[in-house]
């Protein structure tokens, strides 16, 4: 007799699987454990086969029974639903999303959630232009015409990310034997896209100039929070993302050192950053607002968050610095300048700025290399800042650091 819910419902997991049959091949599969799977038993090319119609009560006992009478329809036809089914499953693993999910699951986990949000968004835009492709199939030309399709729309540099995305999860498929070559390799950017016009971060690079942003950000009569990021920007002068993520774990007072975890990082390596004593000043300032919370920087909202990415460009408006002048990743900009200025080795500056590694060739990336000097030149950095605060009149020494 067929089924029916009520006696799917009070039958009993046995010791050994029950198999209760609904009629014209289909059953439910009862396991000792207690699950209840669909199946329909079939004939096709004189061989018996089963498929796997899904589990109760997901696929109730109406769907369990239309999507049998579906598949009776293919047999009928002369279709062979179990091998379409494979076709699909092996179709769908072959293609570039799945590539690309593959990717983004081994590779995510370890990130901050606005690296994988941003990661998202690219292979999302991929994905509708070469996701349903195989990846073994996809060449230099199909790339090609996606990023030319995005810079069309306006969208040049998320046109860039996305093919440079695409590079990282063609290498991926090609280590996991999923691709045979990456086709990112064989074409330039700048051989499809116009040049690629390069906007420089707002900053101040006149010491004059950067004693008096140095006395106004004394003066900034906001949230004290804010104030110190600022004065700790100016210190140490990482990247926005970097500062307003600082959580006071990463934070060795006995070394003092900031040690900024890898997921944190633009180039994903662990950076140390030396912390001067006028550094650990502010962080004794600031360890009474937000010392019993994670982060240095938290939300205004909810101390579960960073602070804004706005708030600092949104403090220097505030204090009367106009977009052109100053922002929040300037402080990299004047930093850079100005302690070239002062004569400290460029290799030593572009490791404190935790830049990416132009020698292709040079040694692995270490993140303590030139540790010594970096110290020595925070600490430097650190007491020119406070002559430039006192408005005294400084010529940089030339160093031989």
Not at 9 to 18: A, E, L, Q
Not at 175 to 184: E, I, K, Q, V
Not at 359 to 378: C, D, G, I, Q, T
Request: aromatic share 8%.
């Amino acid at each position: 007799m067929p089924l029916t819910d009520t006696q799917i419902r009070k039958t009993k997991p046995g010791d050994k699987p029950v198999k209760m049959t609904d009629g014209n091949g289909l059953y439910l599969l009862l396991s000792p454990a207690g699950g209840k799977l669909w199946r329909l038993d079939y004939r096709f090319g004189g061989k018996r086969k089963t498929l796997a119609l899904g589990a109760y009560p997901s696929v109730p006992l109406a769907k369990a029974r239309a999507d049998a009478g579906k598949a009776r329809e293919k047999i009928a036809a002369g279709d062979d639903p179990g091998a379409e089914r494979k076709r699909m499953k092996v179709a769908l693993a072959d293609t570039f999303k799945a590539a690309g999910e593959a990717w983004y699951k081994t590779n995510a986990e370890s990130r901050e959630p606005a690296t994988r949000g941003k990661w998202r968004y690219f292979l999302d835009i991929a994905y509708a232009e070469i996701g349903a492709q195989p990846v073994r199939a996809i060449a230099a030309a199909d790339l090609v015409r996606m990023v030319r399709k995005i810079n069309d729309k306006g969208l040049a540099e998320t046109a860039r990310r996305t093919f440079a995305m695409c590079g990282r999860v063609f290498r991926y498929a090609v280590a996991h034997g999923l691709a045979d070559r990456d086709p990112s390799r064989d074409v330039s950017l700048r051989d499809v896209l116009p040049a690629q016009v390069v906007e420089h971060h707002a900053s101040l690079t006149d010491p004059a100039a950067v004693g008096g942003l140095l006395r106004a950000i004394d003066g900034y009569e906001g949230s004290a929070v804010t104030r110190h990021a600022l004065r700790l920007a100016a210190l140490v002068f990482v990247r926005p993302g970097e500062l307003r993520h600082a959580e006071w774990s990463e934070f060795d007072t006995d070394r003092a050192e900031w040690r900024i975890p890898a997921a944190k990082m633009k180039m994903g390596e662990k950076h140390v950053v030396p912390l001067s004593a006028q550094a650990m000043a502010v962080l004794d300032d600031l360890r009474p607002l937000t010392g019993d919370g994670s982060y240095l920087f938290p939300s205004e909202r909810t101390r579960d968050r960073p602070m804004s990415e706005n708030t600092v460009n949104a403090a220097l408006r505030r204090l009367g610095y106009t977009t052109d002048e100053m922002c929040g990743h300037g402080f990299r900009s004047t930093a850079s300048t100005l302690l070239h200025e002062m004569g400290y080795q460029h290799a030593v500056i572009e490791r404190q700025l935790a830049h990416a590694e132009r020698n292709k060739v040079a040694a692995a990336y270490n993140f303590a290399e030139y540790l010594p000097e970096r110290r020595k030149m925070m600490s430097e950095w650190a007491d020119y800042l406070d002559q430039l605060r006192a408005g005294a009149k400084v010529i940089p020494i030339k160093t031989a650091a």
